[in-house]
């Protein structure tokens, strides 16, 4: 990062609070003078406009976020659209405590201090209106442009930090993501949108969504996308044998088809991507600049949900879904020995899982001031098939499993401000055990405009299929085969504010430790990579946000946080954990319900790697400029990432000869939205 780079951004960031300043005097939420107004002195009239977050995935039941047992972000679809987020891993970086790291063929997500390396995001669960999202191999997410569902079909973004095991079950260990679809209504009718930008990319969308009928509302929508990716220089193979470190090999394409429908009491969910990624990073010592070395990754889920008020007391939920995940990554090798003429061989690596999942729930009031949710849940693994293979089979293996879970919470007033949460599930696995989860929380309404939340829970993580079985061959990886489940357990005290009509302040401070870790190590007896349980980590932090939405489409998020992660056995500090970031949103309206400007900084601070370097501390910074037409029929839209063209880099994986891995500089995109 450039003092140049600094400056300019200083620049810019005040003469955008300038102008918001000069919007947004004498708005809401301040006298002429500019003095915030206190709650206590508004009409009723008044207070009813005041905006309320509600969010459903804390407590599988809708509730404002202040009343939540949780930690929560919402970020929502027109705040997708203004800052010209292109992806769900997009959106995550803007959250509090929330960082990216992108090895070139997925984006990965990290939390609270915590990324591991080569670890295929399994403590992040991911949910669809409700569905669960992580395949059944790998326990993996998508957040890169193989999620399954266009950004631009997002409602909002549903984010809960913290252990949520005592509702989900596994994978809930450090937060619960839960993205809500649009409906048909929200878009109104036919919509066409294209977008171009750096790297000859091209995004293509048609959607219709309207409500029919008095009971039905349907959306359709298809997406394609194409990238042909930048050509990129890695130092680390900068030799003439090479093409001098020089490679372009870095494409990325998708198509994706989304079909919601709601019908009375019930939804059904279909949602289907297939997406294709060249590797360009030459991992696991494969041959450097070759093509071929790609990856396809194809998800499925169609889920059919029913949900019914049956008194003013007590409402029911049900769901089932069906998914798919085919991951096919090809690789090339070559086998020739030291001196010889190359031997090109391509080796394949597979997984295909086929799961089925149910859940009914029971939501009620029995006595006055309680609130109880109780319900039960199953899963049904059809396949988890692994495979590798390249002049010979080096893997082929089926595996077929099943869990479920029982589950209760209950909410009670023990004073008229003081709200005790209890929450406790009980998990059966075929693969290695059981396992039972509580949540105990405190919500104190210390002020009519401030609560405070004293939380504990614990959390864990099953050994999935990929960690159990997996080998190729005895090459270099044998099975494990016996694995217990990680474990985390969470202490945490969250004070929020209403400082004023528009403007919401938040401070969380928080513990955890985290054990069993499931990590690989090469086994001393025969030299082989395998999976065991054998690291202990532990982290203390705080978060601080502050958000502000004002009339004219004004609107603020400001956040910092703060981590100290760190190894328990050694006390060094974790791979990939910075302990500082930053960051600072801002919607303004520059011509009032015309033309808006979304800016976005973002400050990493320096991270450790493998090789035990640091990468750089990093300040980003994007632009979104938005118009919206007379009509509001049409929507042209121009966004810079890196807007000071800034080198920075995410650590390597273990896979990777890199230490560090260069991401994008200065890249643009600008899109057209017509409605019909």
């Known amino acids: 990062m450039t003092a140049r780079s600094i400056l300019w951004t200083t620049i810019l960031v005040l003469a955008l609070s300038r102008s918001v300043r000069a919007v947004s005097g004498g708005s809401e939420g301040s006298d002429p003078n500019g003095a915030a107004v206190d709650l206590f002195d508004m009409s009723i009239e008044e207070l009813m406009d005041i905006r309320v977050d509600t969010v459903y995935g804390a407590s599988k039941r809708s509730q404002s976020v202040a009343a939540a047992p949780a930690s929560v972000t919402i970020v929502t679809a027109e705040e997708i659209r203004r800052y010209g987020y292109r992806t769900l891993a997009d959106v995550l970086r803007s959250a509090p ?98 977008k171009t930008g750096s790297f000859d990319s091209q995004t293509g969308r048609i959607t219709y969504g309207n409500r029919l009928r008095k009971n039905l509302d349907l959306l359709l929508s298809a997406t394609t996308y194409n990238s042909d990716g930048p050509e990129l220089y890695f130092r680390e193979f900068d030799s003439v044998e090479t093409n001098n470190g020089w490679v372009h090999n870095d494409d990325d394409q998708f198509d994706n088809f989304v079909a919601r429908a709601s019908w009375g009491d019930f939804t059904l969910l279909l949602t289907h991507t297939g997406s294709e990624k060249g590797i360009p990073t030459a991992p696991w010592d494969t041959v450097f600049g070759d093509r071929r070395t790609r990856v396809w990754d194809d998800t499925t889920l169609v889920g059919l949900t029913f949900a019914r008020a049956l008194s003013e007391r007590w409402a029911v939920r049900a769901r089932v879904a069906y998914s798919r995940y085919d991951y096919d990554g090809q690789y090339v090798y070559d086998f020739a020995e030291e001196g010889e003429d190359p ?6 690596d597979y997984w295909k899982g086929r799961w089925w999942e149910g859940e009914f729930q029971v939501t009620g009031s029995p006595i006055v001031g309680h609130t109880m949710t109780a319900g039960i849940e199953g899963r049904c693994n059809a396949r988890q098939d692994q495979a590798n293979w390249d002049r010979e089979i080096n893997l082929d293996d089926s595996r077929h499993s099943h869990n479920w879970g029982v589950y209760v919470q209950d909410e009670f007033k023990l004073l008229e401000k003081l709200t005790f949460v209890g929450g406790l599930r009980y998990d059966e696995y075929s693969t290695f055990g059981h396992d039972a989860n509580p949540r105990l929380a405190l919500i104190y309404d210390l002020l009519e405009d401030t609560t405070l ?134 919607l303004a309206p520059v011509i009032p319900q015309r033309l808006f400007a979304g800016l976005e900084v973002l400050y990493d601070s320096k991270a450790k790697t493998l090789g035990d370097q640091e990468t750089d501390d990093v300040l980003l910074t994007n632009l979104t400029v938005t118009y919206v037409g007379a009509s509001k029929r049409m929507e042209i839209a121009a966004s810079v990432y890196n807007l000071f063209d800034v080198e920075y880099a995410h650590p390597g994986f273990g896979e990777h000869a890199q230490d560090q891995i260069e991401q994008d500089g200065r890249t643009f995109r600008i899109g057209l939205t017509y409605r019909f």
């Open 343 to 348: 031997d090109l061989v391509l080796n394949r």
């Open 453 to 586: 939340k004293l939380l504990y829970g614990t959390a864990f993580r099953a050994p999935n299929a990929y960690e159990l079985y997996y080998h190729d061959g005895g090459n270099t990886q044998k099975p494990s085969n016996d694995l217990d489940a990680e474990t985390i357990r969470t202490y945490e005290a969250v004070l929020e504010r209403q400082l004023s009509r528009s403007l919401r302040a938040s401070a969380s401070g928080f513990r955890y430790d985290m054990e069993n870790l499931i990590d690989q190590y090469v086994d001393p007896a025969d030299g082989l990579l395998v999976f065991r349980n054998l690291s202990e980590v532990e982290a203390t932090g705080v978060e601080l946000a502050l958000q502000g939405r004002w009339d004219w489409g004004l609107g603020s998020r400001l956040s910092y946080s703060h981590v100290e992660a760190q190894d328990k056995s050694s006390d060094r500090t974790l791979v990939d954990s910075p302990k500082h970031l930053a960051k600072w949103n801002l």
């Open 97 to 194: 405590g929330f960082y990216i790291n992108y090895d070139r063929s997925y984006h990965f997500i990290g939390t609270r201090g915590f990324r591991r390396p080569g670890d295929y995001d399994t403590r992040i669960l991911l949910l669809i209106d409700g569905h669960r999202l992580n395949d059944n191999v790998g326990d993996s997410p998508l957040f890169g442009t193989q999620f399954p569902l266009d950004v631009e079909l997002i409602e909002r973004v549903e984010i809960i930090r913290g252990p949520g095991s005592s509702l989900y079950g596994s994978n809930a260990v450090l937060a619960v993501v839960n993205v809500i679809t649009k409906q048909g209504a929200g878009v109104g009718g036919l919509e066409l949108s294209g």
